[in-house]
């Protein structure tokens, strides 16, 4: 079992991660006298990038503290999450067990995302959709883990987001302190944004830009501060008008979009999450949510 905490240092995470200021010659930006700095989170590794190591490092301490040895984590069949959990598996000696959304996957051939996680070593465990939405339930949960032969894992949520998750990111504000007056991030199960408006400083804010649709958000991460810190912490908002359609949509207008910021900027723009991202904030300071001489920065969560 396993029973020490795991050598985080040892795969020399890049951290804090850089923080680079978008050229003046973007004029989308410089001619509303706003400033855009990319916190390049995707940079901190290569096997863990952005947020997925913010999210799990706390909880692999978390694990190894309770003498486990397997964990246990839950996504859709092309979950970067998944694939981060199996990597950190790979990389410090977990087991790892995904139970993935769609039984009827089971038996197909395995989509370049579940190969990659097999290949780090998780084993793939296939359910029903409707089993599936109930997980949290906890004589559900109980079942699900128990069939996956998980029983005594070390579970982690969909996504990660949870209390250590929540602490985990609440790093990524502080090293943001001072640096920006709006800090701003793409927003799955909410985790990263609980996290990070907890660590701004008070004179800062957090803008989440969801990239499901459904509203439920808001609660979400009020919920997730609650239960890492007691209360609600930070100024945070949502704004919920760039998720082109839900999660994983990508149509053609977003498309072109991150294809002209690459040309621009020369950054590989991830299409669920950092393009959504980047387009909501093109769009907030064309429509003047940004008072001039705002130094607005956008968390960089992942890579292509």
């Known amino acids: 079992m396993t029973s020490s905490a795991p050598d985080l240092d040892g795969l020399r995470p890049r951290l804090p991660s850089p923080l680079r200021e978008l050229p003046a010659e973007d004029g989308r930006f410089a001619r509303h006298g706003v400033t855009l700095l ?8 290569p096997d863990l990038p952005g947020n997925k190591w913010r999210k799990l490092s706390l909880n692999l301490t978390a694990a190894a ?3 486990r040895d397997t964990l246990v984590t839950f996504g859709g069949a092309y979950s970067n999450h998944l694939r981060a959990t199996a990597a950190a598996g790979r990389l410090l000696g977990f087991a790892t067990v995904g139970i993935v959304r769609g039984e009827e996957l089971a038996g197909r051939p395995l989509n370049p995302s579940l190969e990659r996680c097999a290949a780090d070593g998780m084993r793939l465990h296939f359910v029903d ?6 997980k949290a339930e906890p004589a559900v949960l109980a079942g ?3 069939e996956a032969g998980a029983a005594g894992a070390y579970v982690v ?3 990660g987001s949870n209390a250590p998750a929540v602490r985990g990111c609440e790093a990524l504000g502080r090293e943001l302190r001072d640096a920006a007056d709006v800090v701003a991030v793409a927003c799955g199960t909410g985790g990263t944004l609980a996290g990070l408006a907890a660590g701004l400083a008070p004179a800062q804010r957090a803008l989440g830009v969801p990239v499901l649709k459904g509203g439920f958000l808001d609660a979400e991460v009020r919920r997730l501060q609650t ?15 760039f998720h082109f359609g839900g999660y994983a949509r990508t149509p053609a207008e977003l498309v072109a979009f991150a294809e002209d910021f690459e040309a621009r900027h020369g950054l590989a723009v991830e299409r669920i999450y950092v393009a959504k991202l980047l387009y909501a904030l093109t769009a907030l300071t064309a429509e003047g949510a940004f008072p001039r ?10 890579t292509p």
Do not use: M
């Open 65 to 67: 503290e309770q003498g």
């Open 38 to 45: 990319l916190k390049r989170d995707d940079l901190i590794h």
């Open 144 to 146: 699900l883990l128990a």
């Open 129 to 134: 959709r409707g089993r599936y939405r109930r």
């Open 293 to 302: 001489g705002t130094r607005l920065a956008a968390v960089v969560t992942g």
């Open 157 to 159: 949520p969909e996504g």
């Open 227 to 241: 239960e890492a810190y007691g209360a609600p912490r930070g100024a945070w908002s949502l704004d919920d008008r």
